[in-house]
């Protein structure tokens, strides 16, 4: 008989190497593909995952893509951008992904770090260590047989 395997799941994070949490969550998701997962069950073996690691915002087509896991009806302002003090805000923030990537590329703070995708399974976490610790949840039940693998 053949058996297919299915592919590793494509995990991104787009890193800001000086937030904390997006330290937290790169050592997070690093450590869930190189060591036991859970890490308190030491029997566990590691998450099968492919990380790929971003040290920029997301492209607008990315932006648009993410924000269709998220809401497509929400305003990319209120999903992408932090509460840093030199964000726009009011009036004077962008509303646009092209705009809200033209602003992360120049103002790195003005973004919530980190963003972690998994692009198969459409979810993500934005700004949300909580969020990475699902994504990678999730991927633990599947690989235990807990949910289906599709």
């Not at 000086?18 to 036991?36: D, E, H, V």
């Not at 976490?125 to 047989?145: A, C, F, Y």
């Amino acid at each position: 008989m053949f058996s297919f395997r299915r592919a590793a799941a494509e995990l991104t994070i787009f890193h800001h190497p000086t937030s904390p949490p997006s330290q937290k969550a790169l050592n997070l998701l690093r450590s869930a593909i190189s060591g036991p997962f859970p890490a308190d069950k030491t029997s566990s073996p590691p998450l099968d995952f492919k990380l790929e690691v971003v040290e920029a915002p997301p492209t607008s087509d990315q932006l648009r893509t993410i924000l269709s896991y998220v809401s497509p009806d929400r305003n990319p302002a209120s999903v992408f951008l932090s509460a840093h003090p030199s964000t726009p805000s009011g009036s004077d923030a962008p509303h646009s992904v092209s705009a809200i990537h033209d602003l992360g590329a120049k103002n790195p703070n003005a973004m919530k770090w980190p963003i972690v995708v998994d692009w198969e399974a459409g979810k993500v976490s934005i700004g949300d260590v909580e969020g990475v610790k699902s994504i990678l949840e999730t991927l633990r039940k599947q690989r235990d047989g807990e949910l289906p693998k599709d």
